[in-house]
């Protein structure tokens, strides 16, 4: 009976829970209601995926059409040169002719500025054969006529055995749609016994247009010319050109006396070396040069701990390309003058004045030139003493003043310079060479 009840009982209470529709709604939401900041860190994780998609279409579109493009491109070639009866590589006397840039050129390169080799130099160029190694100097051949292209910067970056003619025309860079041909000028030259020079011409437009960011030069035969033979083309080395307006911050090979220091190398203009330079009076590539003549630790305290032995020995290095003029400096220790002391333009110890005679500084004995520094020394710190002279009047003076004293080697005389040359030695005799301007 007990038993009976109780299944009734439960049977009621399992009836109940069904007729409560809350109760079973109310379960089902606390088993499926996700958090609410899962809800949003899943909605900001399809919105930035949608925008990072977004963005990158265009940049994959492009590249993926440059490089079909490339593909294609090849292929063509390929297929040309398969169905064409390609020239010869080599001639009927075993030859292969190779065209080669013999100079490099000097960079950076600017828009509108000319194009020239190392160091302001011509460059040339030369038509040779790859299997002797030896210029043609003779036939057709040594006599063609060749164009100048501009080629893209990684043309055959990674094949150094070579190209076909079709490859490396269509690598050949051509001016943006509106813009100016790439290059203008002298665009053409004739080779002469095998070697040639290029004339003046200049770029247009800079090569951050392009997807290597770089040029390169290149030189071809041109249409119409020696068809009969295959002469493989010429290429240079990839390289940046820049807006004219980058010439500003361009440094001079040689600098000049006159040049701003930032002119310099590992000296950026308004950088930091830049600035202490010139809060301690250094302007310019003469400042720089005397203080490191007479005080090259002071210098180097002023350029602080940011210079490098190795940025130092490269800043003095190109700083001592410059090209001096023919100023030069005496300091006499006494009113007597018969001893004085030389310096170049940048204060630099050129030599001694002893007896109406010069000698240099580089043929005086150790002893001598012990004596000689005292005498330095005391002039660096008497400068306001110094006489300043004309390299080519003081010689002028020395010599006529030679030409009435005694042929002989002047020993010097019993008087008593303190802290100067020692009077006892005997010097040798003053070079005809000397106080000419020459570079450090």
């Known amino acids: ?142 006599a063609v006529k060749l164009d100048v292209v501009v080629l893209e910067g990684d043309f055959n970056n990674e094949d150094e055995q070579g190209w076909s003619q079709e490859e490396f025309e269509s690598h050949i860079v051509k001016e943006r749609d509106g813009k100016r041909p790439l290059l203008t000028g002298d665009l053409q030259v004739i080779l002469k016994d095998g070697v040639g020079t290029l004339g003046e011409f200049t770029f247009t437009d800079n090569s951050s247009w392009i997807r290597s960011r770089k040029f390169r030069l290149g030189l071809k035969v041109a249409s119409g010319c020696n068809e009969s033979i295959r002469i493989r083309e010429a290429k240079t080395d990839a390289f940046t050109v820049k807006d004219h307006r980058g010439e500003l911050y361009k440094k001079h090979y040689p600098p000049a006396l006159n040049d701003e220091v930032w002119r310099l190398e590992k000296i950026g203009k308004d950088g930091s070396f830049h600035k202490r330079l010139n809060k301690s009076g250094i302007y310019t590539v003469e400042d720089f040069l005397r203080l490191v003549v007479r005080d090259s630790q002071r210098l180097r305290s002023i350029l602080g701990s940011g210079m490098s032995n190795k940025m130092w020995d490269v800043l003095v290095e190109h700083a001592k390309t ?28 050129s030599g001694l004045i002893a007896g109406e005679q010069y000698y240099p500084a580089d043929s005086l004995s150790d002893s001598q030139k012990v004596s000689v520094d005292n005498l330095v020394k005391k002039a660096y710190d008497n400068w306001m003493h110094v006489i300043e002279y004309d390299g080519k009047s003081l010689l002028s003076c020395k010599q006529n003043q030679n030409s009435v004293a005694s042929r002989n080697d002047v020993t010097m005389g019993p008087q008593d310079y303190s802290d100067s040359f020692d009077p006892q030695l005997t010097l040798p005799s003053l070079p005809s060479q000397f106080l000419q301007s020459s570079p450090l």
Do not use: W
């Not at 400096?329 to 333009?345: A, I, K, Q, S, T």
């Open 1 to 142: 009976m007990q038993t009976r009840y109780m299944e009734r009982s439960n049977s009621m209470a399992r009836e109940k829970r069904a007729l409560d529709p809350s109760s079973s709604e109310e379960g089902q939401r606390e088993q499926k209601r996700p958090a609410l900041a899962s809800v949003i860190v899943e909605a900001l994780k399809v919105d930035s995926l949608q925008k990072l998609c977004s963005s990158l279409e265009p940049i994959l579109r492009r590249v993926v059409s440059e490089e079909v493009e490339r593909a294609l491109a090849k292929l063509g070639s390929a297929k040309l040169s398969g169905r064409a009866s390609p020239k010869q590589i080599e001639g009927p006397d075993g030859r292969n002719l190779q065209l080669q840039f013999k100079s490099r050129l000097s960079l950076p390169l600017f828009t509108g500025g000319k194009v020239e080799g190392e160091h302001g130099a011509a460059i040339h160029i030369v038509l040779f054969d790859a299997n002797t190694g030896h210029i043609v100097t003779s036939g057709a051949e040594s």
């Open 322 to 349: 410059c090209c001096l003029s023919g100023k030069l400096y005496v300091y006499y220790p006494d009113d007597v003058r018969n001893v004085g002391v030389v310096f170049n333009h940048i204060y630099e110890l």
